[in-house]
């Protein structure tokens, strides 16, 4: 349930009407926006009437929700969510109209692959590196990723350019080596891991969450309200192609969503055009879609010598092919006033 408060509802009188709340056994969750308060009372609300909440003096109106996805829904928070991965000069904001670009290997490989690959994207313009440390494979036989020495290897890249790192986290155990890692990457094949969702919501980093290749647009909204109602709000979408019957690519791109979770959720939403894709060849193109559909960012596949890298090299960008793109996209993002 929704309730929007009035414009002149003071501090104390909000705290008290939220406290009445939590005492009868709801979460509250607040939401200040410039324009109004809007409070979401959380649990079942089913035999609640809307004139009882509505009763109390500093109520403006009262509105049933019927999203399943509450948190993660724009009902109860009007104001696109801005979030911010990394720390002090670095720090790059998702969802306030900017189109940062993460760049970067699919799979850390050595300390001088990351670091020459996060130096080249870097002198693009990317403002964020990726690079997987624990690799999600679909083959037990295939290179799994370096795991904790990948992640020193990432590290040493971030303090070698003061790029802010991204990398996937498949199980709670490798938390421990995530201490320098700017923004948790859960993957398309663990979107429904709920209790690994759970956990997400308990840590204090921002998390980018894929979609998972055959989920509905309600259940990748419900796979955020996990990680959301557990404790974090920080969360980045990533549509990263979908399956369908076709096998001409080795997923199919859905630009649909980015409008259509822009009215929906306020969470920023980020384009995955190498995953979605598998091309080389049509990573450029599918990113310059994703830019002129109006996404809160890309993540790209870079490779200093994608012929021979160990995980989707025939997906990667040479970092001349990205320095070439990266001149094209700002003017993309110009028609509609962002900036990269
Ligand atoms: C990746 O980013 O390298 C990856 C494995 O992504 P996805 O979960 O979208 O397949
Ligand atoms: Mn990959």
């Not at 904790?148 to 155990?173: H, N, Q």
């Amino acid at each position: 349930m929704i309730v929007i408060l009035k414009k002149d509802a003071t501090d104390a009188q909000t705290q008290d009407f939220v406290r009445q709340w939590k005492d009868r056994g709801y979460g509250v969750h607040i939401s200040r926006g410039e324009e109004m308060t809007v409070l979401g009372l959380l649990g079942d609300t089913t035999k609640l009437d809307t004139e009882t909440v509505a009763a109390n003096p500093i109520v403006e109106s009262v509105k049933r929700v019927t999203a399943p996805y509450k948190m993660a829904g724009r009902a109860f928070h009007p104001d696109d969510s801005v979030i911010t991965v990394g720390e002090g000069s670095g720090a790059v904001t998702f969802g306030d109209g900017l189109v940062p670009v993460i760049a970067g290997p699919c799979s850390v490989e050595s300390e001088e692959q990351v670091v020459e690959i996060a130096k080249a994207v870097k002198k693009s313009g990317a403002r964020l590196l990726r690079g997987g440390a624990f690799k999600p494979r679909t083959s037990p036989y295939s290179f799994q990723g370096l795991g904790a020495e990948g992640l020193e290897f990432l590290v040493t890249a971030k303090k070698e350019t003061g790029l802010p790192v991204v990398t996937e986290l498949m199980d709670l155990r490798q938390l421990k080596y995530f201490d320098d890692v700017d923004l948790i990457q859960i993957g398309a094949r663990n979107m429904q891991n709920f209790d690994l969702l759970k956990e997400m919501g308990k840590v204090k980093k921002p998390i980018l969450l894929k979609r998972g290749m055959a989920a509905t647009v309600k259940e990748f909204l419900m796979s955020a309200e996990y990680i959301m109602a557990s404790g974090n709000e920080n969360v980045i979408l990533c549509e990263r192609g979908i399956r369908t019957f076709d096998t001409y690519t080795r997923n199919c791109l859905d630009v649909s969503i980015v409008p259509y979770l822009k009215k929906v959720s306020h969470l920023p939403i980020i384009i995955d055009p190498s995953h979605a894709c598998g091309l080389r060849w049509m990573v450029p193109t599918l990113a310059k879609s994703a830019v002129a559909v109006g996404c809160d960012g890309l993540i790209i596949e870079v490779h200093n010598d994608p012929e021979k890298a160990l995980c989707d090299g025939e997906q990667s960008l040479h970092p001349t092919e990205f320095d070439e793109l990266m001149q094209v996209l700002p003017k993309i993002a110009a028609i509609d006033g962002r900036k990269m």
